[in-house]
């Protein structure tokens, strides 16, 4: 069984640009969500795709988007990126109503 | 709104030693309850988790949380440490009204183990 996998595991962006980070969820599960891990923070909540639809958003603005694909796969966008987006972009696998299984992260760099 | 407090944002113990690490939550009900573990360039593993029921749960790695709705606390505790419990531990709630998943961690607990 394949766990949570994200990709890429690092990137460096400049201020104002867009970036797509992707997700693929274990197994069977058909819930994915998003968290932003900023430096010496906990994770916060970003949004949730629950059947490609989003169901659930955190308090983050319209530039942060996002897309879960038939297979659950999923991809977070940013647009117009700011030096404070710089963080550990986690996301986190389940069944709706059962264990979150996070993968290890990308960490998003903004110069 | 829901919100979650870690006060120790690091500890120092031997090893061998008990380590408790605590969590306090505000809420207006009975949230779910999680504690995760992250170690350097990992992702979270759940280490326990309560819904309801019994208030003392026990998770892997040998640890264990009881939860205390009078004091809205759900504190982690382990017997006695090893080296490889060194890593950051977070709290999280989630309010059984919201989307699953929805979850509010607290700021960590760097844990560090001495020989």
């Known amino acids: 069984e394949t766990g949570v996998t994200q990709s890429p595991t690092h990137l460096i962006k400049t201020r104002g640009q867009q970036v797509t980070l992707r997700c693929s969820s274990q197994?069977?599960?058909?819930?994915v969500s998003w968290y932003q891990q900023a430096l010496g923070q906990g994770p916060q909540f970003i949004f949730q795709y629950y059947r490609e639809e989003e169901n659930g958003r955190g308090n983050f603005p319209p530039r942060f988007s996002g897309l879960q694909f038939p297979n659950y796969s999923s991809e977070l966008n940013v647009n117009a990126l700011e030096l404070d987006d710089s963080a550990l972009y986690l996301c986190?696998?389940?069944?709706?109503?059962?264990?979150?299984?996070f993968g290890p992260g990308t960490r998003l760099t903004v110069t | 709104a829901q919100s979650v407090t870690q006060p120790d944002i690091h500890i120092t113990v031997s090893e061998g030693a008990s380590l408790e690490l605590r969590c306090n939550y505000s809420y207006g009900a009975t949230p779910y309850l999680f504690w995760y573990v992250q170690s350097p360039g990992q992702g979270l593993q759940l280490l326990l988790k309560?819904?309801?029921?019994?208030?003392l749960v026990q998770g892997i790695k040998g640890f264990e949380a009881e939860f205390k709705r009078s004091q809205s606390s759900f504190n982690l505790r382990k017997p006695s440490v090893h080296w490889s419990d060194a890593a950051e531990y977070f709290c999280?709630?989630?309010?059984?009204?919201?989307?699953?998943?929805?979850?509010?961690f607290g700021a960590g607990t760097q844990v560090v183990v001495t020989p």
């Open positions: 986190a696998s389940s069944s709706q109503g059962y264990e979150q299984y």
């Open positions: 197994s069977g599960h058909n819930t």
């Open positions: 309560y819904f309801s029921g019994d208030t």
């Open positions: 999280a709630v989630g309010a059984p009204t919201d989307s699953w998943g929805k979850f509010q």
